[in-house]
């Protein structure tokens, strides 16, 4: 199957710093991208999608100053998480829709903000 | 009311077993459905696709939508310990971006 590579898949930083996820389809090419959080135990949250060239649309809720997402290219989102708080310490999940209408997962990263 | 319900569980069941995972929606312009499997501290993983009502066989799975009753069935036969994970339902709309709302999943044990 299509295959969606996320990195890092472990990330640790410092309260009030910055960090960028990426998501990458490998194999194909994305038009939509989509971002989600998940906390333990719990089901998968849609912070916003993501279409290649234009901005992302973000679920209500979600504070798109904060969670940035950059869709330059076909293959490639980016999540950047700004000015990082312990709270935003998150399993965080992308997913990319191929040329008809399947949905594949990455990894997961997951966000530890000490 | 949730677009998409699905029991939490968790659901025990011995090897062997026949596993029946459900989910019901309240939206009837849902056209896309998936069922996924999650392990602890991975990404979800696609088991199932379907966009049509009847039943859809891969496997030991087969999923099963009724459409007329909002309602969606993932059937794991013969289970086995290594089916322990979490089962998360999910529906798409073909329009908007096609965004897709999850169940909340419910977690499977396979007892061995």
């Known amino acids: 199957g299509a295959v969606v590579s996320q990195h890092p898949s472990w990330v640790i930083c410092k309260s009030g710093t910055s960090v960028k996820i990426e998501c990458r389809s490998l194999?194909?090419?994305?038009?939509?991208m989509f971002w989600y959080r998940q906390f333990p135990k719990q089901s998968l949250m849609l912070m916003a999608t993501s279409n290649e060239g234009s901005k992302a649309t973000y679920e209500q809720g979600v504070e798109k100053d904060k969670f940035l997402i950059n869709h330059a290219s076909l293959t490639l989102s980016t999540l950047t998480v700004t000015s990082a708080h312990p709270e935003d310490s998150s399993f965080y999940i992308c997913?990319?829709?191929?040329?008809?209408?399947?949905?594949?997962f990455g990894e997961g990263s997951w966000l530890t903000v000490v | 009311q949730k677009e998409v319900e699905q029991d939490p569980g968790p659901l025990s069941v011995p090897e062997g077993a026949i596993v029946s995972l459900n989910c019901t929606y309240s939206?009837?312009?849902?056209?896309?459905f998936m069922w996924y499997r999650q392990y602890s501290r991975k990404g979800p993983e696609l088991l199932m696709y379907t966009y049509s009502s009847g039943n859809k066989e891969d496997g030991r799975f087969t999923a099963q939508v009724d459409k007329s009753s909002k309602y969606i069935s993932l059937f794991i036969r013969d289970s086995q310990p290594s089916d322990s994970a979490t089962y998360l339902c999910a529906m798409s709309l073909n329009t908007g971006g096609f965004k897709t709302i999850f169940g909340a999943g419910t977690r499977l044990f396979v007892k061995a």
């Open positions: 997913s990319a829709r191929d040329g008809g209408n399947t949905i594949y």
């Open positions: 194999d194909f090419q994305a038009t939509t």
């Open positions: 939206n009837s312009a849902f056209q896309y």
